[in-house]
């Protein structure tokens, strides 16, 4: 009978404690999407927040194309 009334004694405390955790007011909450960059530096990017990148500008290749690479056939024969 005395460890009955034990439990129930802990078990109010318990529920107590838990009620009393939940009536706190919460904190606010700011969503951050997390697919977006953060602002400010990150880890390669150094104290600027951008990428350096040093030596010559790339050289834009010219596409050709298979009908200039090809003669055109003539139907006519």
Do not use: H, W
């Not at 009620?19 to 977006?36: H, I, V």
């Not at 290749?61 to 090809?70: A, D, F, G, H």
């Amino acid at each position: 009978m005395r460890l009955m009334k034990r439990c129930i004694v802990l078990a109010g405390l318990a529920i107590f404690l838990f009620l009393a955790g939940c009536a706190s007011s919460p904190e606010p909450f700011e969503y951050e999407q997390n697919n977006e960059l953060k602002p400010g530096p990150g880890l390669l990017t150094g104290e600027e927040g951008v990428y350096t990148i040093y030596g010559p500008p790339p050289v834009e290749e010219k596409q050709s194309t298979t009908e200039e690479e090809t003669p055109a056939k003539s139907d006519a024969q």
